[in-house]
Structures are given as structure tokens and as C-alpha cells.
């Protein structure tokens, strides 16, 4: 199999694991490639080809267009987990739908109590039902919409109308089945204060399996590593970027100007050490958390490459792997890097 798939079907182990069916493989065959496929064509790695493809738009362009138009077409039920709600036309289409009688259903951050009081209010005085985050995690900082079991809608930004017109950041819109009931099961989990069952997944998910899963994607460069993320601060993460520009791939890094976050003043030292190219941008904000590999797959989700993010959240990403969309997120990093500026 492709180097890249077989470095992040290492991941697998961390969602529990699956064994091919009884006498599938013969007797020339490599049980390990059976296993893998077996995996793979029931939507268990990360990079199992989806029955439809991820629909990627790109902020600040689209704004809350990818939310609104899931919106207008929902019948009967939406979960959310969202780190920040905020103003804007998003809130405004869950109060209007929780208002016609819809089932919405939303987690939001403890954390940010001050900041999403007066939306959990709004959402609860439509009839919406809101929870705040289980305080078993540093902070939920997920943001994925499910619309009527058929669409979901993964970011890497907040729903604030003033954030997506500030920021850098990717919207997935999923239709895959498998991928819907995975996050359906994560939500109503979560919702339910137990554990979710993602024994077969291709979500990245924390703190169950992006660590594995996002140093599986960097270990699988093997010409070009692209990194686009607000923090880079996660030791073993910057040592896996350390280690692809050390075996000659080229690698290039756009973090959030450290005005904004300021942990990225580290982060540079780590690349000026390393000799890694890497470069801050102000404006749009770099709130996109993302890594693409060869021109093959990409990372993009709510996981910052941070040890909180990835081991005490919740936060969920996605491999991305159709063509179009990772050529559309390579154009958008080309095009940040000629308007970032150099360390």
C-alpha cells in the first residue's frame, strides 16, 4: 500500500481495532494488507474513500454560507458542539429552526461561559436544548453541526459572524454516511456524559486518536509538508516536522502572528533552529489548524497542534483526500505565504 496510507493506518489501534473477516485471507496472502483494507472499505482509517466527497469552502470567502444553507433545508433535528457560538446569521438559523419545532440539541464550552451565556439563553428561550461541556475535558473545543442525520458540517472556526469575517479557516460539509453516524455518536455521547464508540472511524478525534492520527499524516511526507496552524506548540508534533525536513522533504510552516498568539515567538525559535522555513500572518488571522502532504491528503479540523488540544479536549478534524479540495487548500496556503511574512 501507499507509504502515507500505511503510516496513518497506524492510528487505527487507538480507535480499537478490527480483524478482517473469517477466512478472507489466504494463504499468499499478506494478512496485514487484508486487515488494512478490510478497514479501509468500511470507513475505519482515516483515508477509507468516502461514498461523497468532502464539500471544502474557505474563510473569510464564504462566510456562514456552508452553516445557512444545511439550515434551511433541515426537517427535523440539529446537534452542535461548538467552543464559541456568537452573533450572526448561524445563531440566527438555530433559534429560527429550534423556534419551527426542530430537535437542537447543543454542547458549548463551559469555559466560555461569559462569552456564550446570552446564546445558550437565546437557544434555550427558542426551545432548543443546551448543555454546557463535561468538565472532564480542558475545554470542548469541537465545531461540527449535524443536520438530520445527512450533513454534517466540521470547521475550524467559530460560528461568531465577526470571526468568520477575520479569520482563516476551512469548512467541510460531509455527507458520507459513515462520517455522519461517527459524529451522531460522538454528540449523543457526549450529550450523555458517556464514552462514544468510534471502534470504527475516519474522525480525528481528542483525546482519543488525533495525536495518532496527526503524526501519522506528517510521517507519511515524503517530497512536501505544509503546515498552516494558529498555535505550533505540541513537542512530539514540532519534532515530527523536525524530523521530515532532517529526511529532505520540504517543509513550510505559516503560523499566527505571535501579536495574537504568542506562544508562536517559541514556535519560530523551533523553526529558525531546525531551518525550517516558516513565516506569520496577521491578517487574515490564522485561526485554520492544517497539514497537507504531498499534494496527496490533507489535516484540517478544530485539533491546534498544542498538547491540550490533543490529549485533555474535544476537538475533531478530518483527512481530507479528494483532489479538488486538496489542490483548493494548497491555492489558499500559496497564497498565504506570499502575503505572510518571514520569522
Not at 479540495?325 to 502575503?339: H, I, L, P, S, Y
Request: glycine fraction near 6%; charged fraction near 20%; charge should be negative.
Amino acid at each position: 500500500m501507499p507509504v502515507f496510507l500505511a503510516a496513518l493506518s497506524l492510528g487505527i489501534g487507538a480507535c480499537g481495532g478490527a480483524t478482517p473477516d473469517a477466512g478472507a485471507p489466504n494463504d499468499s496472502a499478506d494478512p496485514g494488507d487484508s486487515a488494512e483494507s478490510d478497514l479501509s472499505s468500511r470507513g475505519c482509517t482515516p483515508t477509507s474513500k468516502r461514498a461523497h466527497a468532502l464539500v471544502l469552502n474557505v474563510e473569510p470567502t464564504d462566510a456562514s454560507g456552508p452553516w445557512t444553507a444545511a439550515l434551511a433545508h433541515a426537517k427535523s433535528r440539529v446537534r452542535v458542539l461548538i467552543y464559541q457560538m456568537g452573533q450572526g446569521p448561524i445563531l440566527d438559523g438555530l433559534v429560527a429552526a429550534a423556534h419551527g419545532g426542530l430537535d437542537v440539541r447543543v454542547i458549548m464550552d463551559k469555559s466560555q461561559e461569559p462569552v456564550n451565556q446570552k446564546y445558550k439563553t437565546a437557544l434555550e428561550a427558542a426551545g432548543a436544548k443546551v448543555l454546557w461541556s463535561d468538565p472532564q475535558f480542558s475545554f470542548m473545543h469541537a465545531k461540527v453541526m449535524i443536520v438530520d442525520d445527512a450533513t454534517a458540517i466540521v470547521s475550524t472556526g467559530n460560528y461568531a459572524a465577526t470571526q468568520l469575517a477575520s479569520e482563516r479557516n476551512y469548512v467541510m460539509t460531509d455527507t458520507d454516511a459513515n462520517d455522519v453516524a461517527s459524529l451522531g455518536k460522538l454528540f449523543d455521547a457526549d450529550f450523555g456524559r458517556v464514552a462514544p464508540d468510534l471502534s470504527c472511524t475516519r474522525l480525528l478525534v481528542s483525546p482519543i486518536n488525533s495525536r495518532e492520527r496527526i503524526l501519522a499524516v506528517i510521517a507519511g511526507a515524503k517530497s512536501e509538508l505544509l503546515v498552516e496552524s494558529m498555535q505550533l506548540a505540541d513537542s512530539a508534533v514540532r519534532d515530527a516536522i523536525a524530523a521530515r525536513k532532517d529526511a529532505g522533504v520540504k517543509v513550510r510552516v505559516i503560523v499566527a502572528d505571535p501579536s495574537w498568539i504568542a506562544a508562536n515567538d517559541d514556535a519560530a525559535k523551533f523553526m529558525t533552529a531546525h531551518q525550517i522555513e516558516g513565516r506569520r500572518m496577521l491578517a487574515p488571522k490564522v485561526h485554520v489548524k492544517s497539514i497537507l502532504v504531498d499534494g496527496k491528503l490533507a489535516y484540517a479540523g478544530s485539533e491546534n497542534l498544542s498538547q491540550t488540544s490533543l490529549d485533555k479536549n474535544r476537538e475533531v478534524g478530518l483527512v481530507v483526500t479528494e483532489s479538488a479540495n486538496v489542490a483548493k487548500m494548497r491555492d489558499t496556503f500559496e497564497g498565504d505565504w506570499a502575503t505572510a511574512t518571514a520569522f
